[in-house]
């Protein structure tokens, strides 16, 4: 059984690489494999006085359509949470088992996420403002590799069941509660999201590339940030009803760890 599944992550792990190319020549500092996972996202749109004193000097927020149904005006910007849970994952070699992370941030206007099968709204990228994960381990790679992560044992992600009736994240960030609806509709093309961040050794890019996936396009999500945090600031610490719930499922997908070299590409 070790063996099917080290051999089948290295397949699928060779196959992305060689559809999904990074449009720069960067050396991932860090790869990371997932297996069988569920997903929460929540976009709300902020004022963009909240946001940008926040983001650097080269990135911008994006205004005008700004996908799934949310269109945010010339003075608002559009703030992203996520949470994933993975049955399985793997990094350095190692084997993590099952795998919770959560984290937020900004939704730009940069483009440099690869566009897939075609469609421009299969690529999103986004400034991070925080991240956390479940796992000791990849908390301590990360943090090394220069990607500010927080460690959070007692980090949780309950589901949505069959008929969609509930799923809810208790992060150090932030906790949700509300439900995705089904059907899972397939998305075409798969989707790759870029998380540019800054940390200790300068800035650095999560490089996450799915290649298949299916969401939940309907539901209601309700994001509370937590005491003392960033995003409480943001929020003017009030509870929010996301603009746009997206439940999300796949079966595989990597992330890369790259930093990135001045100036900014």
């Known amino acids: 059984m070790r063996l099917r599944f080290f051999a089948h992550s290295l397949v699928a792990t060779v196959a992305i690489l060689c559809l999904f190319r990074p449009e720069r020549a960067q050396a991932a500092l860090l790869t990371i494999n997932v297996q069988d996972c569920r997903e929460s996202i929540g976009i709300h749109t902020v004022p963009r006085s909240a946001v940008m004193a926040h983001l650097p000097t080269d990135f911008s927020t994006r205004f005008g359509f700004g996908g799934f149904g949310s269109a945010p005006g010339a003075d608002q910007a559009q703030l992203i949470a996520r949470t994933m849970r993975c049955a399985i994952a793997t990094v ?12 937020y941030g900004v939704i730009t206007a940069r483009t440099d ?13 986004n400034w991070q403002l925080g991240y956390t994960t479940s796992s000791s381990t990849l908390a301590a790679l990360l943090n090394n590799a220069g990607m500010v992560t927080l460690e959070a044992p007692a980090l949780t992600f309950t589901d949505d069941d069959p008929s969609g009736s509930f799923a809810s994240t208790n992060s150090p960030l932030f906790t949700t509660s509300g439900n995705h609806l089904p059907p899972d509709v397939p998305y075409p093309g798969g989707f790759i999201a870029h998380w540019w961040g800054d940390g200790p050794k300068g800035e650095v890019l999560s490089r996450q590339v799915i290649p298949e996936i299916a969401f939940r396009f309907t539901g209601a999500v309700t994001l509370t940030p937590a005491p003392g945090t960033l995003l409480e ?17 796949f079966a595989y997908g990597l992330t890369q760890i790259e930093s990135v070299p001045p100036p900014l590409p």
């Open 92 to 103: 350095a070699g190692s084997q993590l088992g099952p795998l919770t992370t959560s984290h």
């Open 113 to 125: 996420a690869q566009v897939l099968a075609g469609s421009p709204l299969n690529g999103i990228d």
């Open 233 to 249: 600031t943001i929020l003017q610490a009030q509870p929010v009803a996301m603009d746009v719930p997206l439940g999300g499922a």
